[in-house]
């Protein structure tokens, strides 16, 4: 999988987030450490207004996972307000290429 593929699948991944699409966007992932009501209770906290799809190459921070059966990727990418343009709140996901096909596992919403 080449790292755009990847990129492409994160900024899908928080794009879904963003605009609380939260049963789609667990419905890309194989695994979730958060539930639907975890997302929602994070954004709420903060009380800004999410944008979609601002993410580019450049905000994301990608380091390829060493020793695993695939090739793997630990993603953090940070979500986008109308208040403040790029936010401190970001989602870290995890993205296996696997045999069977990109494995997203949701890791969290945070700061860090």
Do not use: Y
Not at 28 to 52: I, N, Q, Y
Not at 90 to 111: A, C, F, K, N, Y
Request: hydrophobic share 40%; glycine share 6%; with cysteine.
């Amino acid at each position: 999988m080449s790292t755009e593929r990847v990129q492409a699948v994160a900024i899908q991944l928080a794009g879904l987030v963003s605009q609380r699409k939260f049963a789609q966007a667990l419905g890309m992932c194989v695994a979730s450490r958060l539930t639907a009501e975890d997302l929602d209770s994070v954004m709420t906290a903060t009380g800004r207004s999410f944008l979609p799809n601002q993410l580019s190459k450049t905000h994301f921070d990608i380091v390829a996972i060493e020793g695993r059966g695939s090739p793997t990727w630990s993603i953090w990418a940070p979500l986008w307000t109308e208040e403040e343009g790029r936010s401190d709140l970001q989602i870290e996901m995890t993205v296996t290429d696997s045999p069977s096909g990109v494995l997203i596992e949701l890791d969290d919403l945070r700061v860090p």
